[in-house]
C-alpha cells in the first residue's frame, strides 16, 4: 500500500514550510513595531528617560509599563469587536461598510432603554421616553441593541445575497441609513445618564474582557465548526460551494446578520463606557475595524484570513496610536502612518498571493 | 415505469436566455449501464449534466430516478438521492484542504443540536479520507494540503475521490480524465471500472473515443443542444461516431432533429 502521508507520485510534502503560519508574520511585525517605539523612545532627545514598554520608574527590573498595556489594548477593544465580525464578512469576499454608524444607532437605541430615572434626586434632563423607559433590567437594552443589529445585518445579507447587489453597494447605503437612524432616534440629542448595570457592561477593563472573549468564541467557531468551514468555502469558490450542496444565500445571510450584531454589541459596550450616546459616534470605526482585518492578513478576495489574525492586527494599531502619543506626535501623523501601513499591508498580501500561485 | 430505468429525461430542454442549450433531450439509462455522452464543444453536454444533478433549474421537460420523477431544488438534493458528480468545474474551495473538499456540504459532525454552529469531526474525516484515497489509489501528497497547490491533475483527483468515497445510485463523470496524466487516466479508468464490476451506474462524458470504447455499453452524441444519436458499441466505431459528432450523419429516430 502507497504511503499517502508523504509524497506518492514523487512529490515531498515539506512539513516545516507549512507550520509557519501567516498569524507569526503578523506577532513579528508587531514585536519589530514595538521595538522601533522602544529604540525611538530612548534616541529622540526630548523624550528623557521614559521607555515604552517598561516601567518608567523603575525600568530596570523589566516590568511592563502595565498601565500603558492596558490603553492599548482598551482603545482598539470596541473596534475590535466590530472586526471579529468584519473578518468573517470579508472571509466570504464581502465587504462591511455600515457597521461604524451601526454603532452610534445601537448606542442610542440601547442607551435610551437603559437610562436611570434619577440622576443625584432630579430626573433624568437627558431622559428620551417616560419613566416606564427608566431603570429597566440590563438585559434589554442589550437584547434590543443586538436585534436591531441583527435586523440590519439581515437586510443587509438578504439585498447582497438574493437581490445580488455588491456588498460595497448594498452595506455604503445602509451606513447612511445608520447614520440617520442615529440622527432621528433623538432628534440629534444626546441620551445620557444610564443605570449603574447599564454602565458596568463598558466599566473598567469591561471592553477587553468582551474583545477576547468573542475572539475566543469566534476563533474556536471559525475553525472548529460547520459554520466557519462554509464561510471559508464560499469566500474560496463560490460556485463550488453551491455546487457541493451548501445554501451559499441563507449562509451569507447568516454571516451579515452575525457581523452586525457584533458590531451592535460594539455599540451597546462604547454607550455603556462613554455613559452617553450621540449620533455622530463610531465615526471611521469601519475603516479601522476593516483595517485590523487587513494588517491581520486577510484577503480581500474572500477565503483567508483569521480571527487570530485580526486580533494580532488590532493590537498593531493600538500599538501605533499609542507609540505616536507616546513620542508626541498628534493625531495628524498618526492617521498617515496607519494609512500608510494598510497599504503596506495589502501590498504585502498581493505579493504573498503571487508568489503562492 | 420499469425499476430497471435508473435514469430517464424526457424533453429536458434548457435555455439560456437566447441560448437554446439544450432541446428536447430524451434519455434513458438502465440499472448496471456505462454510458457515454459525446459531442463537441458547446454541444450541450455539460448542460444536460447540470440540469440533472440540480446545479441549474431546467426550462421545461422531467426527470426521473429509479422510476420516481425527482425536481431537485438544489445540488445537495440530488447528492442525497444518490446522484454523485464529478463536474467539469471540479466544484473544489481552493482555500480548504482535502478532506475538507471530500465532506464539503455534508461534513461529520459532532454535537448537532448546535445546529450551524456544529462541530467538525475532523478526525473522522480525516480517516474517511484516508481510506477513500486509498480504496481508489488517487495519488496526492497530502491531505492537509489546500487544494491551492496542487496541480491540475491532483485537483482532478480530490473531486474524483470525493464521488468514490461516498455510496451512491448514479455516478457522473463531466471530463474526469481532461487534465491527467497517462498514469492518472489509468487509475480513473480502473476506478469506471470497479463502479461497472459493482453493478454501479455511470454517465461518463469524455472526448477520448479509445476511453470511451473501452469502458461504456452505449454512446450517446450530443451536437447542438440536441441528442443525434444513440448507439450500443457493438453496432458502431470510431468513424461512424465521428460522423454523427460532426453533423455527416444523424441517427433514423432523431432525424429532422438537428
Ligand atoms: N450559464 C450559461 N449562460 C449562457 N450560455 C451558456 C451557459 N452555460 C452554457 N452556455 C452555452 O450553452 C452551450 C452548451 O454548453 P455546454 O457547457 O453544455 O457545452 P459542452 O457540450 O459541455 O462543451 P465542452 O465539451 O466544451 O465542455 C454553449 O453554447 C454555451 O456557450
Ligand atoms: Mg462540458
Redesign the interface.
Same mark, same amino acid.
Given at each position: 500500500?502507497?504511503d499517502?502521508?508523504?509524497?506518492?507520485?514523487g512529490?515531498?510534502?515539506d512539513k516545516a514550510k #507549512?507550520s509557519w503560519p501567516n498569524e507569526l508574520n503578523i506577532l513579528l511585525a508587531l514585536v519589530i513595531i514595538i521595538v522601533v517605539f522602544e529604540v525611538l523612545g530612548q534616541v529622540l532627545p526630548y523624550m528623557n528617560d521614559q521607555s515604552f514598554l517598561f516601567d518608567s520608574r523603575d525600568r530596570f527590573d523589566s516590568i511592563f509599563n502595565e498601565a500603558r498595556l492596558q490603553i492599548i489594548i482598551l482603545q482598539v477593544a470596541i473596534i475590535g469587536i466590530i472586526a471579529l465580525g468584519v473578518t468573517q464578512v470579508i472571509i466570504t469576499a464581502g465587504i462591511d461598510l455600515s457597521s461604524g454608524p451601526l454603532v452610534a444607532a445601537t448606542a442610542m437605541i440601547a442607551m435610551s432603554f437603559g437610562q436611570t430615572e434619577l440622576v443625584n434626586g432630579f430626573p433624568n434632563p437627558k431622559a428620551l421616553f417616560g419613566t416606564w423607559a427608566m431603570d429597566l433590567p440590563v438585559v434589554l437594552p442589550v437584547v434590543i441593541g443586538l436585534a436591531f443589529g441583527a435586523i440590519i445585518g439581515a437586510i443587509n445579507g438578504t439585498f447582497i445575497a438574493f437581490l445580488r447587489i455588491p456588498p460595497f453597494i448594498a452595506t455604503l447605503g445602509m451606513f447612511l441609513i445608520c447614520r440617520g437612524i442615529a440622527l432621528w432616534w433623538s432628534g440629534g440629542n444626546p441620551i445620557s445618564f444610564p443605570t449603574e448595570s447599564f454602565k458596568y457592561i463598558g466599566s473598567g477593563m469591561m471592553p477587553v474582557v468582551w474583545f477576547l472573549s468573542l475572539a475566543v468564541i469566534f476563533h474556536v467557531?471559525m475553525r472548529?465548526?460547520?459554520?466557519g468551514?462554509h464561510t471559508?468555502?464560499i469566500?474560496? +469558490?463560490e460556485?463550488?460551494?453551491?455546487?457541493?450542496?451548501? +445554501?451559499v444565500k441563507r449562509h451569507k445571510v447568516?454571516v451579515y446578520t452575525v457581523a452586525s450584531s457584533l458590531a451592535a454589541f460594539a455599540g451597546v459596550v462604547l454607550a455603556a463606557k462613554s455613559e452617553t450616546a450621540q449620533a455622530g459616534m463610531g465615526e471611521f470605526y469601519e475603516l479601522f475595524a476593516i483595517a485590523m482585518a487587513v494588517i491581520g492578513g486577510i484577503s480581500l478576495q474572500g477565503? #483567508?484570513g483569521s480571527i487570530i489574525g485580526t486580533v494580532l492586527g488590532a493590537m498593531v494599531l493600538g500599538v501605533i496610536r499609542s507609540g505616536f502619543t507616546y513620542i508626541k506626535l498628534d493625531g495628524s501623523y498618526q492617521l498617515m502612518a496607519m494609512g500608510s501601513i494598510i497599504i503596506a499591508a495589502i501590498i504585502l498580501d498581493q505579493y504573498r498571493q503571487r508568489n503562492?500561485? | 415505469m420499469s425499476d430497471d430505468i435508473v435514469l430517464r429525461t424526457e424533453n429536458l430542454t434548457k435555455h439560456y436566455g437566447g441560448v437554446h442549450a439544450l432541446m428536447g433531450a430524451n434519455f434513458e439509462m438502465r440499472q448496471g449501464e456505462h454510458v457515454a455522452i459525446m459531442g463537441d464543444n458547446g454541444a450541450g453536454k455539460s448542460t444536460f449534466v447540470r440540469q440533472i444533478t440540480g @446545479?441549474e433549474q431546467r426550462t421545461s421537460g422531467k426527470v426521473s430516478l429509479y422510476g420516481e420523477e425527482v425536481n431537485f431544488g438544489?445540488?445537495?438534493?440530488a447528492?442525497e438521492a444518490g446522484i454523485e458528480t464529478v463536474?467539469q468545474? *471540479?466544484? *473544489?474551495?481552493?482555500?480548504?484542504d482535502v478532506s475538507?473538499n471530500l465532506f *464539503?456540504?455534508?461534513?461529520m459532525?459532532k454535537f448537532d443540536w448546535?445546529g450551524?454552529?456544529?462541530?467538525?469531526d475532523?478526525k473522522g474525516m480525516r480517516k474517511a479520507t484516508?481510506e477513500g484515497? @486509498?480504496k481508489t489509489?488517487v495519488?496526492?501528497?497530502?491531505?492537509?494540503?489546500t487544494i491551492?497547490?496542487m496541480s491540475g491533475g491532483q485537483r482532478q483527483c480530490v473531486a474524483i475521490a470525493r464521488t468514490a468515497t461516498f455510496a451512491s445510485r448514479l455516478t457522473i463523470m463531466d471530463e474526469p480524465t481532461a487534465a491527467l496524466g497517462v498514469q492518472e487516466t489509468a487509475q480513473v479508468e480502473n476506478i469506471i471500472r470497479t463502479l461497472k464490476d459493482q453493478g454501479e451506474p455511470l454517465i461518463l462524458v469524455s472526448h477520448n473515443m479509445r476511453q470511451v470504447f473501452d469502458l461504456v455499453d452505449r454512446i450517446i452524441v450530443f451536437r447542438r443542444g440536441r441528442i443525434v444519436a444513440n448507439l450500443n458499441k457493438e453496432d458502431t466505431d470510431g468513424q461512424d461516431v465521428v460522423a454523427y459528432i460532426t453533423g455527416a450523419k444523424t441517427g433514423e429516430e432523431f432525424a429532422g432533429a438537428a
Amino acid at each position: 500500500m502507497p504511503d499517502t502521508s508523504h509524497g506518492i507520485g514523487g512529490l515531498t510534502f515539506d512539513k516545516a514550510k #507549512r507550520s509557519w503560519p501567516n498569524e507569526l508574520n503578523i506577532l513579528l511585525a508587531l514585536v519589530i513595531i514595538i521595538v522601533v517605539f522602544e529604540v525611538l523612545g530612548q534616541v529622540l532627545p526630548y523624550m528623557n528617560d521614559q521607555s515604552f514598554l517598561f516601567d518608567s520608574r523603575d525600568r530596570f527590573d523589566s516590568i511592563f509599563n502595565e498601565a500603558r498595556l492596558q490603553i492599548i489594548i482598551l482603545q482598539v477593544a470596541i473596534i475590535g469587536i466590530i472586526a471579529l465580525g468584519v473578518t468573517q464578512v470579508i472571509i466570504t469576499a464581502g465587504i462591511d461598510l455600515s457597521s461604524g454608524p451601526l454603532v452610534a444607532a445601537t448606542a442610542m437605541i440601547a442607551m435610551s432603554f437603559g437610562q436611570t430615572e434619577l440622576v443625584n434626586g432630579f430626573p433624568n434632563p437627558k431622559a428620551l421616553f417616560g419613566t416606564w423607559a427608566m431603570d429597566l433590567p440590563v438585559v434589554l437594552p442589550v437584547v434590543i441593541g443586538l436585534a436591531f443589529g441583527a435586523i440590519i445585518g439581515a437586510i443587509n445579507g438578504t439585498f447582497i445575497a438574493f437581490l445580488r447587489i455588491p456588498p460595497f453597494i448594498a452595506t455604503l447605503g445602509m451606513f447612511l441609513i445608520c447614520r440617520g437612524i442615529a440622527l432621528w432616534w433623538s432628534g440629534g440629542n444626546p441620551i445620557s445618564f444610564p443605570t449603574e448595570s447599564f454602565k458596568y457592561i463598558g466599566s473598567g477593563m469591561m471592553p477587553v474582557v468582551w474583545f477576547l472573549s468573542l475572539a475566543v468564541i469566534f476563533h474556536v467557531i471559525m475553525r472548529y465548526t460547520v459554520y466557519g468551514k462554509h464561510t471559508y468555502a464560499i469566500g474560496s +469558490n463560490e460556485e463550488a460551494a453551491r455546487m457541493s450542496g451548501i +445554501n451559499v444565500k441563507r449562509h451569507k445571510v447568516m454571516v451579515y446578520t452575525v457581523a452586525s450584531s457584533l458590531a451592535a454589541f460594539a455599540g451597546v459596550v462604547l454607550a455603556a463606557k462613554s455613559e452617553t450616546a450621540q449620533a455622530g459616534m463610531g465615526e471611521f470605526y469601519e475603516l479601522f475595524a476593516i483595517a485590523m482585518a487587513v494588517i491581520g492578513g486577510i484577503s480581500l478576495q474572500g477565503g #483567508r484570513g483569521s480571527i487570530i489574525g485580526t486580533v494580532l492586527g488590532a493590537m498593531v494599531l493600538g500599538v501605533i496610536r499609542s507609540g505616536f502619543t507616546y513620542i508626541k506626535l498628534d493625531g495628524s501623523y498618526q492617521l498617515m502612518a496607519m494609512g500608510s501601513i494598510i497599504i503596506a499591508a495589502i501590498i504585502l498580501d498581493q505579493y504573498r498571493q503571487r508568489n503562492k500561485a | 415505469m420499469s425499476d430497471d430505468i435508473v435514469l430517464r429525461t424526457e424533453n429536458l430542454t434548457k435555455h439560456y436566455g437566447g441560448v437554446h442549450a439544450l432541446m428536447g433531450a430524451n434519455f434513458e439509462m438502465r440499472q448496471g449501464e456505462h454510458v457515454a455522452i459525446m459531442g463537441d464543444n458547446g454541444a450541450g453536454k455539460s448542460t444536460f449534466v447540470r440540469q440533472i444533478t440540480g @446545479v441549474e433549474q431546467r426550462t421545461s421537460g422531467k426527470v426521473s430516478l429509479y422510476g420516481e420523477e425527482v425536481n431537485f431544488g438544489g445540488p445537495l438534493e440530488a447528492r442525497e438521492a444518490g446522484i454523485e458528480t464529478v463536474f467539469q468545474t *471540479l466544484a *473544489l474551495a481552493d482555500d480548504l484542504d482535502v478532506s475538507d473538499n471530500l465532506f *464539503l456540504g455534508r461534513e461529520m459532525t459532532k454535537f448537532d443540536w448546535l445546529g450551524p454552529f456544529r462541530f467538525l469531526d475532523y478526525k473522522g474525516m480525516r480517516k474517511a479520507t484516508m481510506e477513500g484515497l @486509498v480504496k481508489t489509489g488517487v495519488k496526492i501528497p497530502n491531505i492537509r494540503n489546500t487544494i491551492r497547490n496542487m496541480s491540475g491533475g491532483q485537483r482532478q483527483c480530490v473531486a474524483i475521490a470525493r464521488t468514490a468515497t461516498f455510496a451512491s445510485r448514479l455516478t457522473i463523470m463531466d471530463e474526469p480524465t481532461a487534465a491527467l496524466g497517462v498514469q492518472e487516466t489509468a487509475q480513473v479508468e480502473n476506478i469506471i471500472r470497479t463502479l461497472k464490476d459493482q453493478g454501479e451506474p455511470l454517465i461518463l462524458v469524455s472526448h477520448n473515443m479509445r476511453q470511451v470504447f473501452d469502458l461504456v455499453d452505449r454512446i450517446i452524441v450530443f451536437r447542438r443542444g440536441r441528442i443525434v444519436a444513440n448507439l450500443n458499441k457493438e453496432d458502431t466505431d470510431g468513424q461512424d461516431v465521428v460522423a454523427y459528432i460532426t453533423g455527416a450523419k444523424t441517427g433514423e429516430e432523431f432525424a429532422g432533429a438537428a
